[in-house]
């Protein structure tokens, strides 16, 4: 079992940056795979991105590749989120979710269903 925690949320202008994380408990961090998720006023859940126990594989939504750089290390228990460019289209409450699992990002990762544990997440607003 895991649990998590976001932070470093907050009020930003539109254009400027916010680094997101995730931080975990647990012996076995390594062993899960994470998304992070976000949650605007009146919209479902979305899937932002998603990245393997390892590191090394990571997939994005079309909202934020290019602009989100999803990273952990694993001798912190942390996985992070790089936001630039932000857009005020990108205000709301962002989640890290994980699940135990060795399996690469893919579609059906980007599935909230998929993951077994979330956070209480954290607020972003990005102001015009």
């Known amino acids: 079992q895991v649990q998590l925690v976001e932070s470093g949320g907050g009020l930003v202008q539109a254009g400027g940056s916010l680094r997101l994380s995730c931080a975990a408990s647990?012996?076995?961090?390594?062993?899960?795979?994470i998304g992070w998720f976000r949650q605007a006023p009146g919209k479902e859940r979305e899937f932002v991105a998603a990245i393997s126990w390892s590191g090394g594989s990571t997939y994005y939504a079309d909202s934020a590749l290019g602009r989100f750089t999803i990273s952990r290390d694993n001798a912190k228990n942390t996985v992070y989120l790089q936001m630039n460019s932000l857009k005020p289209e990108d205000t709301a409450v962002y989640y890290c979710?994980?699940?135990?699992?060795?399996?690469?990002?893919?579609?059906?990762?980007?599935?909230?269903?998929?993951?077994?544990?979330w956070g209480q997440g954290t607020q972003v607003t990005v102001s015009s």
């Open positions: 979710a994980a699940v135990r699992s060795l399996e690469v990002p893919t579609p059906k990762t980007s599935a909230s269903t998929w993951y077994d544990y």
């Open positions: 647990g012996r076995t961090f390594s062993s899960y795979f």
